[in-house]
Every structure is written in C-alpha cells, then in structure tokens.
C-alpha cells in the first residue's frame, strides 16, 4: 500500500512534466519570433536584390529559402498549438470513489498514484510530440538560412 511520500514523488515527476510542457511553450513562441523575424530579412534582401533575381538559379534558391522558411513557421505553429493535457485527478472522480466507510489512506493514495502515472504518460506523450515538431521547425529554419547564404553567394557571384 502507498504512502503519502510515494505519493509526492509521483505528484513531483508530474509537475516536472507540467514544467517541461512550460518549457517547450516559451521554445515554440522563440522559434515563431525566429522564424518571422528572419523570413521579415529575407524579404527585405529580396526588395533591395531584385536586380540580382535574374538568374534562374538564383530565384529558384531565393523561392527555397521561402518555403523552407514557410513550412519551418507552419511546424512552430503546430508545435505551440492546443494540447489536451491531462489534470492530476479529477475531484468528482475522487469523490464518487468514498463509500459508506472511510477509505484507508493507503487505498487512497494508492489510486492517486495511479492518477498520476497516467496523467504524467498521456502529458509526456503531448510534449514529446510539440518537441520534435519544434526541432523539425529548428531543422527547417537551419535549411533555409543556409539556401539563404548559397543565394548570396549565387547571387552576387
């Protein structure tokens, strides 16, 4: 049977989920900066290089840069969207589960530990997944700075 301090250390590894589902956030709305920040250059380059837009080569370099920049704002996105997270237990649930009789403490905290542990899964689940569409968004902006340095290099050589 639980105790209260088994209890807490489950309760602790899913407050550490809840902070790294913080963290992954804060990461999402640095790399949306990033990327528009960034896509507002490239475009400014573009309106004062539009001589240099001639060769077939170069646009072609110069319209990668673009959809590399697009979709790595398109995954950002989706990283920070929305997630359904699961709640540490739910307190009618919790209620509904006291009978006639008083439960023993350990009964109770055996199921808040099972609350836990499936709280702290299905919300781990959630974060893995906004963390690698974030480095995919990571990998996309790489890209497309480098095809923006090859379209330099193109360009003006």
């Known amino acids: 049977m639980a105790t ?4 807490a250390f ?15 956030n804060e990461y999402g709305k640095n790399a949306i900066a990033l ?28 319209l990668d840069v673009i959809g590399f920049m697009l979709i790595a704002l398109v995954a950002a996105l989706w ?7 699961q709640v540490l237990n739910d307190p009618e649930a919790v209620v509904r589960q006291f009978g006639p009789a008083a439960m023993a403490d350990e009964a109770f905290y055996d199921n808040r530990i099972a ?5 702290t899964q299905w919300n781990s689940g959630v974060n893995d997944r906004k963390a690698r569409w974030l480095v995919v968004a990571a990998a996309l902006l ?13 360009a003006l050589f």
């Open 4 to 7: 209260e301090k088994q209890f």
């Open 10 to 24: 489950f309760q602790y590894l899913f407050e550490q989920e809840n902070a790294r589902g913080d963290k992954l």
């Open 35 to 62: 990327v528009t920040g960034y896509s507002g250059f490239v475009l400014w380059v573009a309106e004062n290089m539009k001589a240099h837009l001639t060769d077939y080569w170069v646009r072609f370099l110069f």
């Open 79 to 85: 990283a920070t969207r929305l997630a359904e997270y």
């Open 115 to 119: 609350d836990a542990t499936v709280a």
């Open 142 to 154: 790489v890209s497309g700075i480098f095809f923006h340095a090859v379209f330099f290099v193109k």
